[in-house]
């Protein structure tokens, strides 16, 4: 070991505790529970107490209340920290987490693009942050101008003539569109009672139809991985009110007979619902409205950048067809004499859905979005579906002489393999998954579409460089390769360099614990 | 383009890899005529450049915090730390997915629990969910859930819930057979409004929805109410759109609430022009099944280490597909972690402190008011009043929002011909000055000659 005249060391020891040749492998527990920058974290309710508070606020003092005799007397429990306290709370529960910000994050059908900075910044500007959606809208035509710009890129890139913003999230844009569907079905009198759903779509579009009313009936796929245009054709009768279909697939592959659907679900008087979760894949490239299209919602939280946020909040805009713009729902943006207004109660013509949602969506997200369009321009935008859909084949053409290809290629934004390879290994898809969390990757969506055995969606999107795919097949190559030689170890236990290892949903669902109690006194 | 890394040479690469000539090969099958069509939209811009057009939108709106500003009814001004914003635009927060890989998304896993164990604890419930789009998507959740546990059908929504979240129950429920049964509001005896809630329950309700403070601010003890449902095996449903409240006022579940749903944007959360908002959804322990909505629980990992993960979602449509609870598949992930992170600076002990300076705001507002000669409806209110002017609310807004004062909400916006054209509805948070009080009292003097 060479030191310096201290006898400080200078260099680490030789050797690695990953392969057992250095003598430095771990065989105690920290006294403080850490481990080096894998800090221990209670929960807040461990941490704080309710006597204190991380906020200066100032003291009402004495008055004279006006609440009656309802003043919240009992301990509510809630805890307070300092906040030095609160920062670091915060900052190590975060660095728990994987998000795009660290590396390739390949979630099939979800779009985990790059979420610029600008948008973060535009959408805190005072101007949008800080107005009230109530104030008169003689106060806020700069908002109402920015959802009219919003309105204007997405009916212009989907070609469709109308678009309502304020859906919150995709599975409420679905409901938005469904609803329009009942609602234009039964002002001509038209009692439908059936909505047609492929094997592969997802689960929310079957929740959805329900929620509407409509019993849900399965139409099979193709050996090709696409919609059975003659199942369709046979199953399309006059209790059809809709058919909904996601196009781009969830198969990550494009409905090549989707005019030919289109027009038969029209000849049959029922409506076309397009599922536009894999937008990404065709933005600049095709209209859904050249396609026969009559509802859509459009994922701002996928498509245009808007963070998913662990989890929501989401932006759902849903396009209309002519036939249905005017069942499109409250409020809307209406223009006279140069002054812009809300719409928010029954229009004129009275056919309205009606409101989905306490004010006018989500303002955040347009924000967000219109900055990623914007900057993009309609030449950045046609250029990110075509980089994502090169990514996305770079990743089936590299992979799938080892990895089992579940359709031929090409594949739009997201390239699909099933199990197959994996078969008589013992590896399933979950155990390759939670593989390439050692990778230092997030895994791939497993286990859907469910029409394959075993799913593994990728979806690279266009904000992965060359480099980051070579490395990134590389480590699927090795992972696959491995598999298939039988050496199972790295899979059966993974992920082992993850701070956790695997959860134990079973006992979460079995006894759930949803909330944090104290404990008893007698353990303490 | 500065988000597209690939370059001209990495796509001629790619493309040979793949064994194509051309991008559009991997485009063949979309139907020749209808790809690449001529879009009239603008080209790609410099980041300064779009920064430069959205802030000339951005400035053409009179921000809240620029002004004397009284508009609640439902989104209300409130002071939020700096701390919170930092924390939520760490990437590892803000650049996550939704905690399907739990072992690498224990950061998000934590922060739920703990922000259901909040809203549980504020509430006064057993359990929350880890959220929803907002407080009226919330309140139409929670009449389908009352349908689902009573199975029964009728709802009676009181005349103190929002126009807006009725008006979302409405939507949400028309094609079901469902009997939505909305009442008037009562501005004037919100008491006597309570009691006609109370007094349309029958056997074959399967709710009352109530909302505390009331859409006129007004804040009254449900205890009556709930027991009537109760006598009537129908569940007491809560509606809060003002969480701040829930620091001074006695909890919806103190007062016998079964489902309380709430708009929890005033903690931690901006004004954001109406989204996004963050749906607060909280029950007892014995309806968990029934919930709609992503849960969080405690479980360990394969070496007994605690940790979280998402459950029960058997509720769920990725599951259940069309016999889901919902056809929810989000949360309101990020503004849940503002709410968490806000909750954690305040504590018991800030909370309380903010909800009494909120009162007190409102009081001294009443009484600058009552000084004046003005009207004041309510007797009992949390941080929102109603006051009957001697004309039209709405243009009376408009003149003092041209002369820089937000004054508070027509009701005549919320609720068109239904007679309340001159009730005007003003809150007053912490944010709110003596000044502000001042000036907004001298105008509306002014504006009502």
Same mark, same amino acid.
């Given at each position: 070991m060479s030191m310096n005249t201290q006898?400080?060391?200078?260099?680490?020891?030789?050797?690695?505790?990953?392969?057992?040749?250095?003598?430095?492998?771990?065989?105690?527990?920290?006294?403080?529970?850490?481990?080096?920058?894998?800090?221990?974290?209670? +929960?807040?309710?461990?941490?704080?107490?309710?006597?204190?508070?991380?906020?200066?606020?100032?003291?009402?003092?004495?008055?004279?209340?006006?609440?009656?005799? &309802?003043?919240?007397?009992?301990?509510?429990?809630?805890?307070?920290?300092?906040?030095?306290?609160?920062?670091?709370?915060?900052?190590?529960?975060?660095?728990?987490?994987?998000?795009?910000? /660290?590396?390739?994050?390949?979630?099939?059908?979800?779009? /985990?693009k790059h979420n610029p900075r600008l948008n973060e910044k535009m959408a805190r500007l005072p101007g949008f942050a800080d107005i009230h959606p109530l104030q008169p809208t003689s106060s806020v035509q700069g908002a109402l101008e920015l959802m009219d710009q919003l309105s204007h890129w997405i009916c212009s890139l989907t070609g469709m003539p109308a678009v309502a913003l304020s859906p919150k999230a995709g599975a409420h844009g679905e409901l938005c569109g469904v609803m329009a569907i009942r609602a234009a079905l039964e002002a001509r009198g038209d009692a439908r009672e059936v909505v047609l759903c492929p094997e592969s779509a997802h689960g929310t579009n079957p929740a959805t139809a329900a929620f509407c009313g409509y019993k849900v009936k399965s139409i099979p796929a193709k050996g090709n991985g696409r919609v059975d245009l003659d199942a369709l054709i046979e199953a399309l009768d006059d209790t059809v009110a809709a058919v909904m279909i996601t196009n781009p697939n969830t198969c990550g592959l494009f409905e090549t007979e989707v005019k030919d659907i289109?027009?038969?679900?029209?000849?049959?008087?029922?409506?076309?619902?397009?599922?536009?979760?894999?937008?990404?894949?065709? /933005?600049?490239?095709?209209?859904?409205?050249? +396609?026969?299209?009559?509802?859509? =919602?459009?994922?701002?939280?996928?498509?245009?950048?808007?963070?998913?946020?662990?989890?929501?909040?989401?932006?759902?805009?849903?396009?209309?067809?002519?036939?249905?713009?005017?069942?499109?729902?409250?409020?809307?943006?209406?223009?006279?004499?140069?002054?812009?207004?809300?719409?928010?109660?029954?229009?004129?013509?009275?056919?309205? &859905?009606?409101?989905?949602?306490?004010?006018?969506?989500?303002?955040?997200?347009?924000?967000?979005?219109?900055?990623?369009?914007?900057? =993009?321009?309609?030449?950045?935008?046609?250029?990110?579906?075509?980089?994502?859909? &090169?990514?996305?084949?770079?990743? +089936?053409?590299?992979?799938?002489?080892?990895?089992?290809?579940?359709?031929?290629?090409?594949? /739009?934004?997201?390239?699909?393999?099933?199990?197959?390879?994996?078969?008589?290994t013992g590896v399933t898809t979950l155990d390759f998954a939670k593989a390439m969390i050692d990778e230092g990757y997030h895994p791939m969506t497993m286990y859907f579409p469910l029409v394959v055995h075993g799913a593994m969606l990728i979806e690279p999107t266009e904000t992965e460089s060359k480099y980051n795919m070579d490395q990134f097949i590389r480590s699927m190559r090795g992972l696959a390769e491995t598999a298939v030689a039988g050496e199972t170890a790295r899979f059966e236990g993974a992920p082992y360099f993850a701070p956790w290892k695997r959860l134990d949903e079973t006992q979460a669902a079995r006894q759930p614990v949803l909330r944090y109690s104290p404990p008893e006194p007698d353990q303490k | 383009?500065?988000?597209?890394?690939?370059?001209?040479?990495?796509?001629?690469?790619?493309?040979?890899?793949?064994?194509?000539?051309?991008?559009?090969?991997?485009?063949?099958?979309?139907?020749?005529?209808?790809?690449?069509?001529?879009?009239?939209?603008?080209?790609?811009?410099?980041?300064?450049?779009?920064?430069?057009?959205?802030?000339?939108?951005?400035?053409?709106?009179?921000?809240?915090?620029?002004?004397?500003?009284?508009?609640?009814?439902?989104? *209300?001004?409130?002071?939020?730390?700096?701390?919170?914003?930092?924390?939520?635009?760490?990437?590892?927060?803000?650049?996550?997915?939704?905690?399907?890989?739990?072992?690498?998304?224990?950061?998000?896993?934590? *922060?739920?629990?703990?922000?259901?164990?909040? #809203?549980?604890?504020?509430?006064?419930?057993?359990?929350?969910?880890?959220?929803? *789009?907002?407080?009226?998507?919330?309140?139409?959740?929670?009449?389908?859930?009352?349908?689902?546990?009573?199975?029964?059908?009728?709802?009676?929504?009181?005349?103190?819930?929002?126009?807006?979240?009725?008006?979302?129950?409405?939507?949400?429920?028309?094609?079901?057979?469902?009997?939505?049964?909305?009442?008037?509001?009562?501005?004037?005896?919100?008491?006597?409004?309570?009691?006609?809630?109370?007094?349309?329950?029958?056997?074959?309700?399967?709710?009352?929805?109530?909302?505390?403070?009331?859409?006129?601010?007004?804040?009254?003890?449900?205890?009556?109410?709930?027991?009537?449902?109760?006598?009537?095996?129908?569940?007491?449903? #809560?509606?809060?759109?003002?969480?701040?409240?829930?620091?001074?006022?006695?909890?919806?579940?103190?007062?016998?609430?079964?489902?309380?749903?709430?708009?929890?944007?005033?903690?931690?959360?901006?004004l954001n022009f109406g989204g996004p908002y963050l749906g607060l959804f909280a029950t007892n322990q014995k309806y968990v099944r029934q919930m709609p909505g992503r849960l969080c629980g405690k479980t360990v990992d394969a070496e007994g280490e605690q940790g979280f993960v998402l459950t029960l979602s058997t509720r769920e449509q990725h599951i259940r597909r069309e016999k889901a609870t919902s056809n929810i598949c989000t949360n309101s992930g990020l503004c849940s972690l503002a709410f968490t992170v806000h909750m954690s600076l305040l504590g018991e002990k800030g909370l309380r402190q903010l909800a009494r300076v909120n009162h007190k705001r409102a009081c001294d507002l009443r009484d600058a008011l009552t000084a004046a000669g003005f009207e004041v409806l309510n007797s009992s209110f949390f941080n929102e009043i109603t006051v009957r002017l001697s004309k039209g609310a709405t243009d009376v807004v408009e003149t003092l929002a041209a002369d820089g004062v937000l004054a508070g909400v027509p009701m005549e916006r919320l609720y068109p011909g239904q007679g309340f054209d001159d009730h005007l509805i003003l809150a007053a948070t912490e944010t709110v000055t003596d000044e502000d009080i001042a000036v907004l009292v001298s105008k509306l003097t002014e504006a009502v000659q």
């Open positions: 006898g400080r060391p200078t260099a680490p020891v030789a050797g690695s505790v990953a392969d057992g040749t250095s003598e430095m492998t771990p065989v105690f527990e920290s006294f403080s529970g850490h481990r080096g920058l894998r800090l221990f974290e209670p +929960l807040i309710f461990e941490l704080g107490s309710t006597e204190t508070t991380g906020v200066d606020v100032d003291e009402a003092g004495d008055f004279e209340m006006s609440i009656g005799d &309802l003043e919240r007397t009992a301990e509510i429990g809630c805890p307070g920290l300092p906040e030095p306290d609160a920062v670091r709370h915060f900052t190590r529960l975060s660095r728990r987490n994987y998000g795009i910000d /660290m590396g390739v994050f390949p979630l099939g059908s979800c779009t /985990m289109s027009d038969a679900v029209h000849k049959a008087g029922a409506f076309f619902y397009c599922d536009g979760a894999n937008f990404n894949a065709i /933005m600049g490239k095709a209209r859904p409205g050249d +396609l026969g299209v009559d509802a859509m =919602h459009l994922n701002l939280h996928k498509t245009f950048s808007t963070p998913h946020g662990g989890g929501g909040p989401g932006s759902g805009p849903v396009v209309f067809s002519d036939a249905l713009k005017d069942f499109a729902p409250l409020p809307y943006v209406t223009m006279s004499e140069g002054e812009r207004a809300l719409h928010e109660w029954s229009d004129e013509k009275g056919q309205s &859905l009606g409101r989905l949602t306490a004010f006018h969506g989500q303002m955040g997200m347009y924000v967000r979005a219109l900055s990623y369009m914007l900057s =993009h321009g309609v030449d950045g935008i046609r250029q990110a579906a075509e980089d994502a859909v &090169l990514n996305a084949n770079y990743v +089936l053409a590299s992979l799938q002489d080892i990895m089992s290809a579940s359709y031929g290629g090409p594949c /739009m934004h997201e390239a699909l393999f099933d199990d197959a390879f994996l078969k008589d | 383009m500065r988000y597209l890394p690939l370059t001209s040479d990495d796509r001629q690469a790619m493309l040979a890899k793949i064994g194509v000539r051309h991008i559009d090969d991997l485009f063949k099958d979309v139907p020749k005529a209808d790809l690449n069509p001529e879009i009239n939209l603008p080209k790609r811009q410099s980041e300064m450049a779009v920064e430069r057009q959205l802030s000339t939108l951005a400035a053409k709106n009179t921000s809240a915090g620029s002004v004397p500003f009284f508009v609640g009814a439902g989104a *209300y001004k409130h002071h939020v730390p700096a701390t919170v914003d930092h924390m939520i635009q760490r990437g590892e927060f803000l650049t996550a997915y939704t905690p399907y890989q739990p072992e690498i998304a224990q950061g998000t896993l934590q *922060y739920l629990f703990e922000f259901q164990t909040l #809203v549980a604890q504020l509430t006064g419930m057993d359990v929350a969910n880890a959220s929803m *789009y907002d407080g009226s998507t919330a309140t139409a959740e929670a009449v389908m859930m009352a349908r689902r546990v009573t199975r029964k059908k009728r709802a009676v929504i009181a005349g103190s819930v929002h126009a807006h979240y009725r008006a979302v129950v409405e939507t949400t429920t028309q094609f079901t057979d469902d009997n939505i049964v909305c009442q008037a509001p009562n501005p004037a005896d919100a008491g006597a409004e309570l009691q006609a809630a109370l007094d349309a329950i029958d056997d074959t309700t399967s709710c009352v929805v109530v909302q505390n403070p009331g859409i006129n601010g007004s804040v009254l003890d449900l205890g009556p109410v709930a027991e009537a449902a109760h006598a009537h095996k129908a569940l007491l449903i #809560v509606v809060v759109t003002e969480v701040m409240s829930l620091g001074l006022i006695k909890s919806p579940g103190e007062m016998g609430a079964d489902i309380v749903v709430g708009e929890g944007q005033s903690i931690g959360n901006g």
